[in-house]
């Protein structure tokens, strides 16, 4: 496959793992920093880091996504659950129990894929901006018709995260124990502030968690959201430079937050500090677009930020792989981190 760009954004990293690379920094996950990140596992406890797939409940936090919907699977004629299997053959003693299941992949805990945010970028030079994406891709469905197909994107699909394994080093930053459930809009300055107090240090290939407190608003809440939780707790701001210099220059491999977006949510309409036509998620550009860096959003952290803050810690072993959906623009998650 040859080089589908001419042109790169300003700030983009397109091109340093190949021409054709769909993995973005899920690539610097190698062997070496698994065996690595093997050595934070020191006592083997286990915490789940997933909301149930039908949380936060309902769809106050983002109108767009429902929860999981079951649907009957058919067995010779009748509704193969809890189903005796004499009915079908009278010398068969097992009963069983299927089910079909209409699954937003963003809804709860969830990683974003790299075709959930582009951007319009002339990234061919011939000065008309395409739909682009991570790398310079274009996203086709899987019969070549366009930008958005019905049957999913054939490039960049979560498949490729998935087939790394993502498993590396886990490091937390608790934004929740400086500035509790307040909203408040992180900046490189705040963020530093909070990682020298704390003694977290990011180095390459880590995989940054940062805890909110949202989460467990969402636990505490049990399916009946306030509207009101849609601005509560600390949020990254996708506008602060440093901010998104640092990203850059930190080398992290992902970032994941028990929040709805990491950043300002875009369902609450355009930021008013957006002057001028842009987009309306900065972090999402910077990282899905530009850097190839995963986001996790809507995870569950509070359990083991209270661990890691009493044991003196910050990081973990992080198993979190999506499903291997070929296609999809983002996967729910079930991550793992073992202390």
């Not at 983009?12 to 698994?34: A, C, I, P, V, Y």
């Not at 997933?50 to 309902?58: E, N, Q």
Request: hydrophobic share 35%.
């Amino acid at each position: 496959m040859s080089k589908r760009w001419n042109r790169r954004p300003d700030g983009s990293n397109w091109g340093e793992f190949g021409d054709d690379d769909q993995r973005g920094r899920m690539n610097l996950l190698t062997d070496e920093r698994r065996l690595r990140a093997l050595k934070e596992a020191k006592t083997g406890r286990a915490f789940c880091l997933a909301h149930p797939l039908d949380r936060p409940g309902g769809n106050v936090l983002n109108p767009n996504r429902y929860p999981p919907v079951f649907h009957p699977v058919m067995r010779d004629g009748q509704v193969y659950f809890n189903l005796p299997f004499e009915k079908v053959d009278p010398r068969f003693t097992d009963v069983g129990s299927d089910e079909a299941v209409m699954l937003y992949t963003q809804y709860a805990t969830h990683w974003d894929g790299f075709p959930h945010k582009g951007s319009q970028f002339d990234a061919d030079g011939d000065g008309v901006a395409e739909n682009v994406f991570y790398n310079g891709f274009h996203i086709v469905d899987r019969a070549g018709r366009g930008t958005q197909g019905e049957l999913g994107a054939v490039a960049l699909g979560i498949q490729g995260m998935a087939e790394t394994g993502v498993q590396g080093r886990g490091v937390l930053i608790d934004l929740r124990r400086r500035y509790g459930d307040e909203r408040v809009e992180v900046g490189y300055a705040e963020l530093e502030k909070v990682m020298q107090s704390d003694g977290v240090k990011v180095e390459k290939g880590d995989i940054v968690c940062v805890h909110t407190g949202l989460g467990q608003l969402i636990r505490d809440a049990d399916g009946r959201l306030d509207p009101s939780i849609r601005t509560r707790c600390a949020v990254l701001d996708g506008y602060d430079k440093r901010l998104l210099e640092w990203i850059a220059d930190s080398g992290l491999a992902a970032i994941a937050c028990d929040n709805l977006a990491v950043e300002r949510s875009s369902t609450l309409g355009a930021d008013p500090r957006l002057p001028h036509r842009g987009p309306a998620l900065p972090l999402h550009e910077h990282c899905l677009f530009k850097l190839g860096i995963h986001l996790g959003e809507l995870w569950y952290l509070t359990e083991l930020a209270a661990w890691l803050r009493e044991h003196r810690r910050s990081r973990f072993l992080l198993t979190a792989p999506p499903l291997r959906l070929p296609g999809a623009a983002g996967s729910p998650v079930t991550p793992v981190a073992t202390v």
